[in-house]
């Protein structure tokens, strides 16, 4: 079946250092990829998503490209800032039938110190 | 995009007692979808609901612990029944926007069982 595997955390980071997360995902066919991600105390937020080879989604500073020889869609931000410490989701979305269904990754928590 | 309300935000219950919870879209969507996610955990979907027929469910999760209620195309309420602490969780909706393959969350309901 479909999975995605994200980078172990917590990742630790200072401000506007550069900032990689890795995905990896396992699935048949050419499904959809996301990245959401979820601040302190509040609840999923899209950040960006891709869904064909080679597309690059973008938002708030943070890439990904979707890597169809790699299976991977690994987020990327420049420069960060304390503001972005949340957990970070990576994740595949197919269609079965009528459903659209969301395979998560574990999430990686990231902290960016001042 | 969607937007997506969830009530109540939080809540702390004693167990054996069951709570209801309630989910509204600003938009009329065909599917809806209830997540589970345990402290620390990772979003594990619950079932998928549409309106005008039973809820799906997924391995694990059954009707008579969280029964569903879809009555018309921007609302539903999952049901938490006979609560236990192993169902302190933060439970989410979600729904796929129209026209694209894009799921929206709200913003959680953090339950919390004594």
């Known amino acids: 079946g479909d999975s995605v595997t994200q980078m172990e955390g917590p990742v630790t980071l200072s401000e506007e250092?550069?900032?990689?997360?890795?995905?990896?995902?396992?699935?048949?066919?050419?499904?959809s990829l996301f990245w959401y991600v979820q601040y302190p105390g509040e609840g999923l937020q899209l950040l960006l998503k891709a869904t064909k080879a080679d597309d690059k989604g973008s938002n708030k500073g943070f890439e990904a490209t979707y890597r169809k020889e790699t299976t991977s869609f690994h987020l990327?931000?420049?420069?960060?800032?304390?503001s972005d410490s949340a957990v970070y989701f990576c994740?595949?979305?197919?269609?079965s039938g009528s459903a659209r269904q969301l395979t998560f990754g574990s999430g990686t928590q990231l902290t960016v110190l001042p | 995009s969607a937007v997506i309300s969830?009530?109540?935000?939080?809540?702390?219950?004693?167990?054996?007692?069951?709570l209801t919870i309630q989910c509204q879209?600003?938009?009329?969507?065909t599917m809806m979808?209830?997540?589970?996610?345990?402290p620390g955990q990772s979003l594990t979907l619950i079932a998928t609901a549409n309106?005008?027929?039973?809820?799906?469910?997924?391995?694990?999760?059954?009707?008579?612990?969280?029964?569903?209620?879809?009555?018309?195309?921007?609302f539903s309420t999952l049901t938490v029944s006979n609560m236990s602490p192993e169902d302190s969780s933060i439970y989410l909706c979600s729904v796929v926007a129209p026209s694209t393959d894009t799921q929206y969350f709200g913003p959680g309901t953090r339950l919390t069982v004594l």
């Open chain 2, 51 to 74: 309106q005008g027929s039973e809820a799906t469910y997924e391995s694990g999760f059954v009707i008579d612990k969280f029964p569903i209620s879809r009555p018309n195309l921007t």
């Open chain 2, 33 to 38: 979808f209830w997540y589970r996610q345990q």
């Open chain 2, 6 to 18: 969830q009530k109540p935000s939080r809540d702390i219950c004693q167990r054996g007692t069951s």
């Open chain 2, 25 to 29: 879209v600003d938009s009329q969507v």
């Open chain 1, 76 to 82: 990327e931000k420049g420069s960060v800032q304390v």
């Open chain 1, 17 to 31: 250092a550069f900032l990689t997360i890795n995905c990896t995902y396992t699935a048949t066919g050419y499904p």
């Open chain 1, 91 to 95: 994740a595949l979305s197919r269609s």
